[in-house]
């Protein structure tokens, strides 16, 4: 106790607590001047390209939930809110986006041809895969590997996708359609149906589908499913959110459940397999096993089958379904197009019956709807990209000028091509706030629309995805007619466009927020 008095008569010394107050504000400007001369050199790098400054960085949970605030937080939805206008304000599509706490800085390219150049090159741009590890859960699979690992997953993953399983989708599409119209008619009025949330609807149907097509497990819309023992299963209306599809997506194919059905479907003889995404994939992976250099480091066993069925059940429903919910909401504010829509396919189809497989491949305006939305509203706002080396790029003004401005990237800078901003850009659309979907009859820049991604590592499912959208508007729009639920008499048609438009962002994808709307039949 003696010595403890002592010490703090030490420091109750005049000369120890000026000596301290001397110390610390030295310590802190050395800290913080330090930090500026990084900051300085981190924007000298890249040539001081323009963009904004915030105090919080994205990359924490506290920055994802608290809303946007001008110069303290950008919010978590950022990169749809702003568009491309944050492009326009800075004169340049390549902006550069830093955050103090923690420490994040990245750059962002709304320049088509640089983001081409970028997601053609899987060298010198790979993909950080370490951002994709929450969907690792069941194994490595096509969208979570990079370098050799990623050339065997594409490879086995390519071959599960065939034009005979193109038909199946659009097979089972027309059933789940046809099921659904005789569900409506169970209700009551068929003539009239009023319906509280579209998004349930196409992310049911989009989920039905891949179970269907892609690993042979038929559901219908009124089904009262439980789990079998030993299984968690939820029903498919317990979600309609982002996160709870995540939460449903993994109780109903759980790893247990996955890994018998490959070994069920494993035991059958290759001529009697269903012609879906399991049976081809199996097949692919089997004859990549078989083919393959015994001294690779990589082969594809269970482990990677469950983490691409998995995939492709998350990344192969939830996307298409959120699309198809826009492309609902858009139709219904414009009911001009619809009825064009309509218009264009009932002379493909023949009187009275359904549409086939053969109808909606020669749908172009169908599939022109269906684009446009996407350009709109696409489901991802960016991906990302890795410099493994220094690169230079130039891009140009957006004034009207198009002066050449030189863009700099240095090793291990992280690029986010921004889809939302692309799509948005005048330069390669017209009047691109507008619903439009003529601008895809005929030639179009290609090189700026990214809904699909872009490179060797765009969408497998590409086709999948269209024949699902096509088969799901042409029996709906044969039958019934759409437009968005009043709010009450005194709504006007403006207000209830931007209501049934009003969007939200998921865990990953975005959705329309709530897209109440009444069908009527034809």
Not at 26 to 40: D, F
Not at 72 to 80: K, L, M, P, S
Not at 227 to 254: C, N, Q, T, V
Not at 331 to 356: F, I, N, R, T
Request: charged residues 25%; neutral net charge.
């Amino acid at each position: 106790m003696a010595m403890a008095g002592l010490q703090w008569q030490w420091v109750q010394q005049p000369y120890v607590r000026q000596l301290v107050w001397v110390i610390v504000p030295v310590a802190a400007g050395v800290v913080a001047t330090r930090y500026i001369i990084q900051i300085h050199r981190l924007f000298a790098s890249v040539g001081y390209l323009p963009g904004d400054r915030t105090l919080l960085g994205p990359n924490s949970i506290i920055p994802k939930m608290l809303p946007y605030i001008p110069f303290i937080n950008r919010g978590f939805d950022f990169a749809y809110r702003q568009g491309y206008d944050i492009f326009k304000k800075y004169n340049t599509d390549v902006i550069s986006r830093f955050g103090f706490i923690p420490h994040w800085f990245s750059v962002f390219v709304a320049d088509a041809v640089i983001a081409r150049e970028i997601t053609s090159n899987r060298v010198a741009f790979p993909k950080p895969v370490h951002l994709y590890k929450p969907i690792n859960i069941y194994g490595t699979n096509v969208v979570t590997s990079e370098h050799e690992e990623w050339k065997l997953h594409r490879r086995v993953t390519a071959l599960s996708f065939s034009e005979r399983n193109n038909r199946m989708v659009c097979e089972e599409g027309t059933r789940l359609m046809h099921e659904l119209f005789d569900l409506w008619a169970k209700q009551g009025d068929e003539t009239r149906i009023d319906v509280e949330n579209a998004v349930e609807t196409t992310t049911e149907f989009a989920l039905m589908v891949i179970a269907a097509a892609g690993f042979g497990a038929r559901f219908a819309w009124d089904d009262e499913r439980k789990p079998a023992a030993g299984y968690k299963f939820i029903g498919f209306s317990a979600f309609g959110r982002e996160d709870e599809m995540f939460e449903m997506l993994l109780e109903i194919f759980g790893q247990r459940y996955m890994v018998e059905m490959i070994e069920a479907r494993k035991r059958q003889e290759p001529e009697d397999r269903r012609a879906d995404l399991l049976s081809n994939l199996i097949s692919a992976a089997a004859l990549e096993n078989w083919s393959v250099d015994k001294s690779s480091q990589f082969c594809f066993g269970d482990e990677e089958l469950v983490g691409n069925v998995f995939i492709f059940l998350f990344g192969g429903h939830e996307t298409t379904a959120h699309s198809l919910a826009f492309t609902l909401g858009l139709l219904a504010a414009h009911p001009d197009v619809q009825q064009k829509l309509y218009e264009s396919l009932k002379g493909l189809v023949s009187e009275g019956g359904p549409p086939m497989y053969a109808d909606i491949v020669r749908w172009p305006y169908g599939l022109a709807v269906i684009y446009e939305a996407l350009r709109l509203y696409s489901p991802v706002s960016v991906f990302p990209k890795q410099a493994a080396e220094d690169s230079t790029f130039v891009t140009y003004s957006n004034d009207g000028k198009n002066t050449p401005i030189p863009v700099t990237i240095p090793k291990d800078t992280t690029i986010l091509i921004d889809i939302a901003a692309i799509h948005r850009n005048p330069k390669y659309w017209k009047e691109p706030n507008e619903f439009r979907p003529e601008r895809f009859m005929g030639d179009y820049n290609r090189d700026a629309f990214f809904s699909f991604g872009a490179g060797p590592r765009s969408c497998m499912g590409k086709r999948f995805s269209e024949i699902e959208a096509l088969t799901f508007l042409a029996n709906l729009v044969l039958k019934y007619r759409f437009e968005g639920t009043p709010l009450n008499e005194k709504e006007t048609t403006e207000e209830r466009k931007a209501r049934l438009l009003r969007w939200k962002l998921g865990g990953l994808t975005l959705y329309p927020e709530m897209l109440p709307l009444t069908f009527i039949r034809r």
